[in-house]
């Protein structure tokens, strides 16, 4: 099976890949990424921070640093390695509604689309291409929590649970989708916002290896409306980081994320290199 990923530039994005493409190496995969999703910066020092961790930390300082180490060391890979491994590089795509970049998409001819993070909100002309249609997988359990860093909203709203929802993507509205499964977990109320974060996507790639399995025996596959309150969040204001750290809650710790990166990454990555822009 073609299999096409929609991702954005982001350490979960790759984080996901790796766990991925791994996963499912005896398919035909061709990988897309958006540089951002939303403003490439905002008004908060706060996001302008966290955007740095996710982003430009990997992409500028992790990601060229651990391309010059020995070979023979196992660790994840960065993007440009992945696009290596997979034979097809990684592919930039912003504009994917876009008369080009329906022609990239269609050129890679997907069986199946999956979205994770990525930046841009899928119109009907892209959602038709693919014949098993398009899943996403959002870091957030829906139906109550539509749009971005949902888990922020959860810790914010002193849930004791977190989790991720697979689902499909039909038409141009956000994480509205039939569900196809959702992963629960226990919040960890000692932990981050980062690291409740990436503690979602092994998970949350096991629901969607499950999913592409079932998908290639031919077999039928479940699906549920999403059903239930709703809600839609946008990035948390000024106000709101007060209140989330006025609750004892942090964006990320700096020991965390270091374990983090020497864990998957095989790199000490030192308190200097932490400096944000």
Request: charged share 25%; net charge negative.
């Amino acid at each position: 099976m073609r299999i096409a990923f929609l991702a954005n530039r982001d350490i979960h994005s790759n984080f996901a890949l790796n766990i991925l493409t791994n996963k499912l190496s005896h398919h035909s995969m061709t990988i897309y990424l958006s540089d951002h999703v939303g403003k490439k910066r905002s008004d908060c020092t706060e996001l302008n921070q966290l955007r740095y961790i996710e982003q430009t930390l990997f992409n500028d300082t992790v990601f060229p640093t651990i391309e010059k180490l020995p070979s023979d060391l196992e660790r994840f890979l960065t993007f440009h390695e992945l696009g290596d491994q997979i034979g097809n590089g990684v592919i930039p795509l912003n504009e994917i509604n876009s008369i080009d970049g329906i022609e990239k998409l269609q050129s890679s001819d997907p069986d199946l689309i999956i979205s994770i993070r990525y930046g841009t909100i899928i119109q009907s002309e892209v959602i038709a291409i693919p014949r098993f249609g398009i899943l996403n997988l959002h870091s957030g359990i829906l139906p109550q929590y539509r749009g971005v860093m949902a888990t922020f909203w959860a810790m914010l709203n002193s849930d004791n649970h977190i989790g991720c929802t697979l689902h499909y993507i039909i038409d141009g509205t956000i994480d509205k989708g039939p569900i196809v499964s959702i992963y629960k977990k226990k919040r960890n109320t000692k932990t981050d916002y980062f690291t409740n974060v990436i503690d979602l996507y092994p998970p949350g790639c096991e629901l969607i290896i499950k999913t592409v399995k079932i998908i290639e025996s031919g077999e039928s596959l479940e699906q549920k409306e999403v059903k239930g309150e709703s809600d839609y969040y946008t990035f948390p204001q000024k106000e709101e980081l007060i209140r989330f750290k006025q609750k004892g809650c942090e964006l990320f710790y700096q020991a965390s994320l270091i374990n983090f990166v020497k864990k998957y990454y095989c790199l000490d990555l030192t308190i200097e290199q932490l400096g944000y822009q």
